[in-house]
């Protein structure tokens, strides 16, 4: 069954690091991955995207300089290394799978989502 699963998200305080996993199982093996993330009374957002090689990267401007996407394709996980948090990067992150195409910043052209990790940074 296809699926992905997230975890690593949790309370941190300004200026520290988390890393989020995603790993992937079924049909999502190999696939265009990213990350978005919803904060409360917000539209889902775009955080991060890696293609199936892992030589592809984009992320957000707000997020550029400080989290790293990456992926082991051996075990079909993708993490995103997040330092420097700041308070604005508290939300629910979701890890998703794209089964076409490349990488892509439009929630709409990912077909497997996660349940969420809460990530929470305070100040």
């Known amino acids: 069954q296809a699926q992905v699963v997230e975890s690593g998200g949790g309370l941190v305080q300004v200026g520290g690091s988390l890393r989020l996993s995603c790993v992937g199982s079924?049909?999502?093996?190999?696939?265009?991955m990213g990350w978005f993330r919803q904060a409360p009374g917000k539209e889902r957002e775009f955080v991060a995207t890696?293609?199936?090689?892992?030589?592809?990267?984009d992320y957000v401007d707000s997020v550029k300089g400080r989290f790293t996407i990456s992926r082991d394709k051996a075990t079909n996980t993708v993490y995103l290394q997040m330092n420097s948090l700041e308070p604005e990067d508290t939300a629910v992150y979701y890890c998703?799978?794209?089964?076409?195409?490349?990488?892509?910043?439009?929630?709409?052209?990912?077909?497997?989502w996660g349940q969420g990790t809460q990530v929470t940074v305070s100040s």
């Open positions: 998703a799978a794209k089964l076409t195409g490349g990488t892509s910043a439009n929630p709409g052209e990912y077909f497997y």
């Open positions: 079924g049909r999502t093996f190999g696939s265009v």
């Open positions: 890696i293609s199936e090689s892992g030589r592809t990267t």
